[in-house]
């Protein structure tokens, strides 16, 4: 790194959730890299978290949405505000080794052509599991794709820097002039593949993305909308269509409409049917709905 230390900006999105979020501005008080700020952006809760942040911790930035924006809305109201020549965009519900600023930020040192970094992800409630080490690319045709090491026990066989086809939504750091460059997180998914696409965004603008096995996070996942909830059900499938949508040429496209069509919907439905899901049904067809009502999704 070099002598001049640039000033990162942590920016994380709370959502009824001030307790939680109460417990990862504890996790950060660890950080060794201090030449940051923190930034909170609140997404319109039903209960204000400004007060418990600020008598707790006052150094804390705490932005109050007057509506919900959802995850690339919300994080990107807090850039507005940051002064970081780097943004750090954490989920709340981490926890993170102590020097993982320091060593993210020695990719974008190290590879000139680093446009995001995301460190090596496990699972908080799974000790020595890894959740992320790397994505995999997005199948044009069923439109998902796996993470690098998902599941595997941590036994150092992922400890090489690669350049990688996405970043971690829930931790990844990006340089101020890239943002200025290629624009903000796109705000039409507001929940759901909105880091992917922006990753797209950034490699179509000649930057990699990169993958730091230095630097750990600990991931306690899907707190906010939870695990199997109606709204993940409605927002991964709304989100999922738009992706290839936007990021998948002809004739391919074409492919995995077939796909969705005789195989991802009739499999699902049927699925949910029969648990007796019968509201996750409905937020599968008005995610599907949503897309088919959306005339304008291309890219600028």
């Excluded at 997404?43 to 006052?58: D, H, L, V, W, Y």
């Excluded at 949405?65 to 919300?74: H, M, Y």
């Excluded at 930020?105 to 446009?115: C, R, S, V």
């Excluded at 000790?127 to 992320?132: A, F, K, R, T, V």
Aim: a neutral charge; one cysteine or more.
């Amino acid at each position: 790194m070099s002598d001049k230390q640039p000033f990162v900006s942590l920016i994380t999105v709370n959502y009824n959730q001030t307790a939680l979020t109460l417990e990862f501005l504890e996790a950060m008080q660890k950080l060794t890299y201090k030449n940051h700020e923190i930034i909170v952006v609140d997404n319109a809760s039903r209960e204000s978290p400004e007060q418990a942040i600020k008598e707790q911790f006052p150094d804390t930035v705490v932005i109050m949405s007057p509506e919900n924006l959802g995850f690339a809305g919300g994080n990107n109201l807090g850039v507005e505000k940051a002064k970081g020549d780097y943004i750090f965009f954490v989920n709340n519900d981490i926890d993170i080794t102590a020097d993982a600023i320091e060593r993210i930020l020695e990719i974008f040192d190290t590879y000139p052509d680093a446009g995001m970094v995301s460190p090596k992800f496990h699972y908080y409630y799974r000790p020595g599991i890894i959740e992320y080490a790397g994505y995999n690319p997005v199948s044009p045709f069923t439109a998902r794709n796996v993470p690098v090491g998902g599941q595997e026990e941590d036994k150092g066989q992922h400890e090489n820097v690669i350049s990688t086809h996405y970043v971690h939504g829930g931790g990844m750091m990006v340089p101020r002039k890239v943002i200025d460059e290629v624009g903000m997180m796109p705000e039409l998914y507001f929940l759901y593949y909105e880091e992917f696409d922006w990753c797209e965004i950034i490699k179509k603008a000649s930057y990699k993305i990169y993958y730091q096995p230095k630097a750990t996070i600990y991931h306690k996942s899907s707190e906010t909308v939870g695990k199997v909830s109606r709204v993940r059900t409605y927002y991964l499938n709304r989100s999922r269509i738009l992706f290839m949508r936007r990021n998948v040429p002809y004739p391919k496209f074409l492919f995995f409409v077939f796909y969705y069509t005789f195989a991802t919907y009739p499999v699902n439905v049927l699925r949910f049917l029969l648990k007796g899901e019968f509201g996750h049904v409905v937020s599968f067809n008005k995610a599907l709905l949503w897309n088919l009502g959306l005339k304008q999704c291309n890219k600028p």
